[in-house]
């Protein structure tokens, strides 16, 4: 079965980091962009990053640029979003989600992982 | 950025219905255009891809039309597993964007 498993999320103070990890199993991990999605609890969708099969391409919205590093390592199937700096409106679940090609659709995501930033 | 708005917010419908959903972008995305059900506590799962491309596996009931700025999403007899939040997402052009979401509740 194709799963994405997210995993990393805690609570953090404000101006803090963390590093998130998505473990992908069952697919050819290196054929796919994988990207991170968050929502806030009760509130919509909201894309963050993205990056391509083998790393060389990579995208962030404007509210990750500079603050969030996209990664992957192939070898061990996941992809990774570093996070630091965070802000109380950092708090959300992240998803993270695959991509067959440019312009296609999230046709497989996790179950999220759980970021709240507090003091 | 794409903007896409969605309506309504929420919908109350009974089992059996025929319930549209509706997703307007704020200019032209040829049809790069998904539409994805997310239930309490889960990641969103794919229905629709460009437009109106129903995934695998996914009921006939569903499906999706539309192209350019305007799209729907139909549902032609609801059936109880299909309570739940419904979103459309442009992926014509970074950021991709999504709909604020449709809840469907069980009137």
């Known amino acids: 079965e194709v799963q994405l498993v997210e995993s990393g999320g805690a609570l953090v103070q404000p101006g803090g980091s963390l590093r998130l990890s998505c473990v992908a199993s069952?697919?050819?991990?290196?054929?796919?962009?994988l990207h991170w999605v968050r929502q806030v609890p009760g509130k919509g969708l909201v894309w963050i990053s993205r990056?391509?099969?083998?790393?060389?391409?990579?995208n962030y919205a404007d509210s990750a640029k500079g603050r969030f590093t996209i990664s992957r390592d192939n070898a061990k199937n996941t992809v990774y979003l570093q996070m630091n700096n965070l802000r109380a409106d950092d708090t959300a679940v992240y998803y993270c989600a695959r991509v067959w090609a440019a312009r296609q659709p999230f046709d497989q995501w996790g179950q999220g992982t759980l970021v709240t930033v507090s003091s | 950025d794409i903007q896409m708005t969605q309506s309504p917010s929420t919908v109350s419908a009974s089992v059996g219905d025929r319930v549209t959903i509706t997703c307007r972008a704020s200019?032209?995305?040829?049809?790069?255009l998904a539409w994805y059900q997310q239930k309490p506590g889960k990641g969103p799962k794919l229905l629709i891809y460009e437009a109106s491309s129903l995934k695998g596996g996914v009921p006939s009931r569903f499906s999706g039309s539309g192209s350019g700025t305007d799209f729907t999403l139909t549902i032609s007899s609801l059936q109880p597993e299909d309570f739940a939040t419904y979103y459309c997402?442009?992926?014509?052009?970074?950021?991709?964007?999504f709909g604020q979401g449709t809840k469907l509740e069980i009137k």
């Open positions: 069952e697919f050819t991990f290196s054929s796919y962009w």
């Open positions: 200019q032209g995305i040829s049809s790069w």
């Open positions: 990056i391509n099969g083998d790393g060389s391409i990579t």
């Open positions: 997402q442009q992926s014509n052009s970074l950021p991709f964007t």
